[in-house]
C-alpha cells in the first residue's frame, strides 16, 4: 500500500512541477521539461500495473445503530457510499437504528481505491453528517463497522478477476 500512495504521490509532485514549469518557461520550454515527462510516463506505467487490480465488488450498507441526528425525535437516516466514481444512497428511514440492506453491485472495479461511507441526518436546510470513514479492501467477503455519531455496519464482497490474486487481486505469480 505504502508503495502506491508513494507512486501517487509521486505523479502529483511531477504533475506540480510541470505545472510550474510551464509557466515559469512558457517561452522557452527546455530539455528540464522533456525529462520531466519521460518522468511522468514511467510514473505512469506503474500506475497502469495498479489498474490491473480488478475485481468484482458488491456492497451492502446494512444498518447503523445508536444514531442522533435530532435529539428527542427520530433521525431522518440516509447512507452514502462512494467507490471511484460510483455513487450510492440509501433511502431515508427515520429511525435512530435503521435497517437498510441496502445492496450495491459496483461490477469490475479497480482495488486499490478506498470505499468511503458516511451517515447523514436528514433536516430542513442542512443536514447533519453523523459518520464518515474510508476503508480499503481486500479479497473476500467481510463486514467492517465504522463508529463516529453512532454506528454504521458495511459488508463487501470482492471478487478477484481471472489470473488475479492476492488481498487486493495483484497480478498473479
Ligand atoms: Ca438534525
Ligand atoms: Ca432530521
Redo the contacts with the bound molecule.
Keep these: 500500500m505504502q508503495s502506491y500512495l508513494t507512486s501517487g504521490f509521486l505523479l502529483l509532485s511531477l504533475v506540480l512541477q510541470i505545472g510550474n514549469r510551464c509557466d515559469a518557461a512558457a517561452f522557452a520550454p527546455g530539455d528540464d521539461l522533456v525529462e520531466t515527462l519521460q518522468g511522468v510516463e514511467m510514473v505512469h506505467s506503474d500506475l497502469s500495473t495498479q489498474k490491473n487490480m480488478m475485481g468484482s465488488l458488491s456492497v451492502i450498507i446494512v444498518r447503523a445503530l445508536g444514531l442522533n441526528?435530532?435529539g428527542l425525535?427520530k433521525?431522518?437516516a440516509v447512507a452514502r457510499m462512494w467507490y471511484s466514481s460510483i455513487y450510492h444512497e440509501t433511502n431515508e428511514i427515520k429511525s435512530d437504528n435503521p435497517t437498510w440492506n441496502a445492496v450495491y453491485n459496483l461490477g469490475v472495479v479497480e482495488t486499490h481505491l478506498p470505499l468511503k461511507v458516511e451517515v447523514w441526518?436528514?433536516?430542513v436546510g442542512k443536514?447533519?453528517l453523523l459518520i464518515s470513514c474510508t476503508q480499503y479492501l481486500t479479497q473476500g467477503t467481510h463486514t467492517f463497522t465504522c463508529s463516529g455519531n453512532g454506528q454504521v455496519e458495511v459488508k463487501y464482497s470482492l471478487i478477484c478477476e481471472p489470473g488475479l490474486t492476492g488481498s487486493q487481486c495483484e497480478v498473479g505469480k
Design positions: 441526528g435530532d425525535m433521525t431522518n441526518d436528514k433536516d443536514d447533519d
